[in-house]
């Protein structure tokens, strides 16, 4: 008889039975975004209404994606409300850049991360990993998701500044969160599409944390350069120096650098932080999918010390973490506008008239829960991420990076830190929830677990 368990089913909001009224939808964009969608959006290819703001388009055939994003990427710009958002913090970094800006910098940047650099990470990334689980020795409960944020923060920190950071190292992470959460919001004037001149509510006390942590970075920076010119070959490799070294015609401005030093802690960090704990949580409700990934760290580490591997030799490690990165993206929408209108035709005859203005979302967190799209979508299954398994599913069904040329460029880096974090963690400790373990999945910048992830670490058996 087959006795494993049923898959673990995680917390997500319920599909809405009804839609809300304007006032109900524009509260509850602010509050959670994730609340709004209702069964079409998990059942239908697309979706195409006019609402408050205009013309909107939901897109979750995987034929439309790949049509926005890749095969007439051209006619897509950023969506009006999604730059209202970031570019206030963002202003010119690779996630809000458009035009000219854009390819200038993807091509400048393009040298930082290439595969020999990223792997000339994975050292500072282990040791880093291995000096922070140093305080989990007593055990007792620790929130995770604010651990995994401050772990996160170290790497970023080594990898990105070799940690020469100008002013407090013990409060550059706590003015990450602080920046973040006062400039990340949806504003209901956003939403209104309203003029830039009202000003939003929502925003105005983050513009002095906005002001104080650009400060930070620019001196950041000014300290480096300083370095560069008394002793270049002594300087550290890091991104920092990589960034500098972009600097000049054809390459990145002074101010893009800054623009890309904040995208790279707002995107880096943050994201990788909460798949990290959505992935230590799930683990800890289906010990019965632990377990293996417990034995293929152990056989890993006692045969290869060399980080740069593991990805490649722990495919179960990283099929768990895909699966939370489908169930929790860490970025939960991909926002476009058509510069001009067009009519998509699909495979099987189905046209959608993409109207002039319309706000095309293509939700990663709607995508990777489709009925149509995945077998018991709710579940936490890493199987479906198993060698053999991942092969089978459509490259623009699952997009916790995005797609197309607007991909994100730090994919390869994002997901060696996180194996190496889940394998010197996972190798020591077991993460077990408590009563107070309840999380709620948000959205703001990232998914995040309301209420964190309350969990008892235990040192593992003989480890």
């Known amino acids: 008889m087959d006795t494993k368990p049923a898959p673990f089913v995680p917390p997500a909001p319920r599909p809405r039975t009804s839609p809300p009224s304007t006032l109900e939808m524009i509260r509850i964009v602010y509050r959670n975004p994730l609340e709004l969608w209702g069964e079409p959006s998990y059942n239908e290819p697309w979706i195409s209404v006019t609402g408050v703001g205009g013309p909107l388009v939901i897109a979750n055939d995987p034929e439309l994606i790949r049509h926005v994003l890749v095969d007439n990427a051209k006619n897509y710009r950023m969506a009006t409300v999604r730059q209202k958002i970031l570019r206030p913090i963002l202003r010119d970094g690779l996630l809000t850049a458009e035009g000219e800006v854009w390819k200038r910098s993807r091509k400048a940047m ?68 602080r920046l973040l959460e006062t400039m990340g919001r949806v504003d209901p004037l956003d939403l209104l599409r309203a003029p830039d001149w009202l000003p939003r509510l929502t925003r105005i006390r983050g513009r002095k944390v906005m002001a104080y942590f650009r400060g930070i970075v620019s001196d950041t920076m000014a300290l480096r350069e300083e370095k560069l ?18 600097e000049g015609p054809g390459g990145l401005t002074r101010d893009e650098i800054e623009d890309n030093i904040i995208t790279f802690i707002g995107a880096g960090h943050e994201t990788t932080a909460r798949a990290l704990g959505w992935t230590l949580y799930c683990l800890a409700e289906a010990p019965w999918e632990r377990e293996p990934i417990e034995r293929e760290i152990d ?52 046209e959608l008239y993409i109207p002039p203005k319309a706000a095309v979302l293509v939700m990663p967190w709607v995508v990777h829960r489709h009925r149509k799209l995945w077998a018991d979508p709710e579940a936490f299954i890493p199987a479906r991420f198993h060698p053999g398994n991942r092969e089978k599913i459509d490259r623009f069904q699952y997009l916790p990076f995005g797609a197309g040329p607007r991909v ?31 999380p709620w999945p948000v959205q703001k910048l990232t998914t995040q677990p309301q209420g964190g992830l309350p969990m008892r670490i235990t040192r593992r058996t003989g480890r």
Not at 121 to 129: I, N, S, W
Not at 418 to 437: C, H, K, P
Request: overall charge negative; hydrophobic content about 45%; aromatic content about 10%.
């Open 110 to 177: 393009a040298p930082v991360f290439t595969p020999r650099n990223i792997f000339g990470f994975a050292p500072a990334m282990l040791e880093r990993t291995l000096a922070f689980i140093e305080r989990y020795e007593a055990g007792g409960v620790s929130d995770i998701a604010h651990d995994m944020t401050m772990l996160t923060y170290e790497i970023l920190a080594e990898t990105l500044f070799s940690g020469e950071i100008a002013g407090s190292k013990d409060t550059f992470a706590q003015d990450i969160d």
């Open 408 to 438: 994100c460029i730090g994919a390869s880096f994002a997901m060696q830190e996180a194996i190496i974090a889940l394998a010197v963690l996972l190798s020591r400790f077991r993460f077990e929830t408590v009563a107070g373990t309840k």
């Open 229 to 246: 010119k008394r002793d270049p070959a002594g300087a550290p490799q890091d991104f920092l120096t990589l960034l500098l070294k972009a």
């Open 299 to 350: 056989a890993v580490l006692a045969a290869e010390p060399d980080p740069t591997k593991w990805l490649d030799l722990m495919p179960l490690t990283r099929a768990a973490f895909d699966e939370a990165l489908r169930l929790y993206p860490p970025a939960p929408s991909i926002n476009r506008e058509p510069i001009e209108p067009e009519t998509f035709r699909s495979k099987s005859g189905q």
